[in-house]
């Protein structure tokens, strides 16, 4: 059985060393894909925004960058098991 697109973007993540990696990573996956990866400009505020990432319709966010990556890949994570347990028990 291929691969979900999903799991295939975070084998892809897995590879990524650095933060740049990471960065260029998620904003590829979203120009190629057609997702949303919202990065407030440096002069807003720290505390007055959020960095959102929206890719193969599960949603990411956070207060930083990586916080917001981090938390794309969790809930993608948690969406890959809920799927395999799924087919499983069909």
Known sequence: ???SPIAEFI????????????HDAFMAEAIETGGFYAIPREQAAPASYMVEIHLHGIFGYG???????R???????????TLE????AA
């Open 1 to 3: 059985m291929p691969r």
């Open 11 to 22: 084998a892809r993540l897995e590879c990524a060393q650095t933060a740049e990696e990471k």
């Open 63 to 69: 207060r930083s960058e990586a916080e917001a990556q």
């Open 71 to 81: 938390s794309w890949a969790r809930t993608a994570q948690r969406h890959l098991e």
């Open 85 to 88: 347990t799924q087919d499983r």
